[in-house]
């Protein structure tokens, strides 16, 4: 569908995987068509994996644009985890732009888009016409969607970790501090994507890092 570019059009950013121990973090930014069916979407948090991947597969099929960018362990180290997000999503966003930026036939002006970010910070785009909404990701459809595409990519990504490093069980709780997640990192060492500056109550005793 062609959009109009004389009308606001939405761009949505969220990311997934602030929490976690170890691994990346993820973020997405999407635009949907005027169109969009958006009875299925919702916090990530809030769907089932199998309304999940329906979702995931509807926005990657009907998005009008969509990219996901990635910031790792070690930059999280480095920066901290609300900086790493915050690149994530300039990452996410520079891709997309990218994308557009190769089609003979523009879709949509980067200056003409409405970006809202779910949360109290936003990255560093260059541009104006970007804010930050709590909770935008159970409010606006956009942000819904790049919510979606962000847990389900992070997902994806810590499965295939767990190909690599089956020890710690990453395909089961994604690299967050759940109880089995520590009892391998008590029995293993810390992993490779281990987030070494992530602060665990009690760590000093169990000489994680």
Not at 18 to 29: D, F, L, Y
Not at 54 to 64: D, K, P, T, V
Not at 160 to 170: A, E, H, K
Request: hydrophobic content about 40%; overall charge positive; aromatic content about 8%.
């Amino acid at each position: 569908m062609k959009l109009d570019l004389n009308s606001p059009i939405i761009c949505g950013l969220d990311e997934a995987g602030r929490g976690p121990m170890a691994g990346p973090v993820c973020a997405a930014s999407v635009i949907l068509p005027l169109d969009f069916d958006c009875s299925f979407l919702n916090d990530s948090k809030k769907l089932t994996k199998k309304r999940l991947d329906f979702a995931m597969r509807e926005i990657l099929l009907h998005a009008q644009a969509w990219s996901v960018g990635w910031a790792y362990p070690e930059e999280i180290d480095r920066i901290n985890i609300l900086q790493a997000s915050l690149l994530a999503m300039k990452r996410s966003f520079e891709g997309m732009m990218r994308k557009e930026a190769s089609l003979e036939e523009k879709s949509f002006d980067p200056k003409k888009l409405e970006i809202i970010v779910d949360g109290l910070f936003v990255p560093d785009l260059g541009l104006e016409n970007c804010r930050a909404i709590p909770r935008a990701d159970a409010t606006c459809p956009a942000v819904m969607a790049a919510s979606i595409l962000a847990k389900t990519a992070r997902d994806r990504m810590m499965m295939r970790y767990s190909w690599l490093y089956p020890q710690y069980g990453y395909e089961q709780h994604k690299g967050y501090p759940t109880k089995g997640h520590i009892e391998a990192m008590k029995q293993n060492g810390p992993s490779p994507i281990q987030r070494k500056s992530f602060h665990l109550k009690g760590e000093g005793q169990l000489g994680l890092f």
